[in-house]
T-cell receptor, first 111, second 117 residues
Framework: GENVEQHPSTLSVQEGDSAVIKCTYS??????FPWYKQELGKRPQLIID?????GEKKDQRIAVTLNKTAKHFSLHITETQPEDSAVYFC??????????FGAGTQVVVTP | EAGVVQSPRYKIIEKKQPVAFWCNPI?????LYWYRQNLGQGPELLIR????????DSQLPKDRFSAERLKGVDSTLKIQPAELGDSAVYLC???????????????FGPGTRLTVL
């Protein structure tokens, strides 16, 4: 089955700096790669996703890059703000729509 | 538009007791998922429905867990009897399309936090 690894497990950044989270996966047939943000006690919320036919996608301060050959993808958050503090999960979907989640990255943005 | 609705939000029970969780997906979403999220970890899929059919229940512990989606809309997940290790957040999610449509964006409900004493 799919194996998703996410790094780092915790990330502390100064407000205004950039944050980068990386995930690797094992199944080359995977074709959908969403990122979820989960605040404490809240539901996971989709913040950005990318499909296997695209190498990069950007939405305001967040972007995702995908390297299918190397089987890794990354989340980039620029100009971080305190409200970006949360746990971020990467996920990988196979052709059947089954999502396998990474272990999560706790991001702390300090003012 | 209402999101995915789950109830109850919190449940505390003693071990060996039964418990049930309810989920109402976003209107029109054919695919419904139940996940379990342990503290400090990502969600893990328990079961996936397309309409009323369970198309992936390979990770559902069938000795004590059961689920149903009789009319292809809302769904119930049951644990009987509950064990201490079942303490977790149980998340329901839905997506608009089926596997064949390729539209697999998933929207999560608020979850039910289960504590087994």
């Amino acid at each position: 089955g799919e194996n998703v690894e996410q790094h780092p497990s915790t990330l502390s950044v100064q407000e205004g700096d950039s944050a980068v989270i990386k995930c690797t996966y094992s199944d080359s047939a995977s074709n959908y790669f969403p990122w979820y943000k989960q605040e404490l006690g809240k539901r996971p919320q989709l913040i950005i996703d990318i499909r296997s036919n695209v190498g990069e996608k950007k939405d305001q301060r967040i972007a995702v890059t995908l390297n299918k050959t190397a089987k890794h993808f990354s989340l980039h958050i620029t100009e971080t703000q305190p409200e970006d503090s949360a746990v971020y999960f990467c996920a990988v979907s196979d052709s059947w729509g089954k999502l396998q989640f990474g272990a999560g990255t706790q991001v702390v943005v300090t003012p | 538009e209402a999101g995915v609705v789950q109830s109850p939000r919190y449940k505390i029970i003693e071990k060996k007791q039964p418990v049930a969780f309810w989920c109402n997906p976003i209107s029109g979403h054919n695919t419904l998922y139940w996940y379990r999220q342990n503290l400090g970890q990502g969600p893990e899929l328990l079961i996936r429905y397309e309409n009323e059919e369970a198309v992936d229940d390979s990770q559902l512990p069938k000795d004590r867990f059961s689920a149903e989606r009789l009319k292809g809309v809302d769904s119930t997940l049951k644990i009987q009897p509950a064990e201490l290790g079942d303490s977790a957040v149980y998340l329901c999610a839905s997506s608009p399309g089926s596997q064949s449509s390729g539209n697999n964006e998933q929207f999560f409900g608020p979850g039910t936090r289960l504590t087994v004493l």
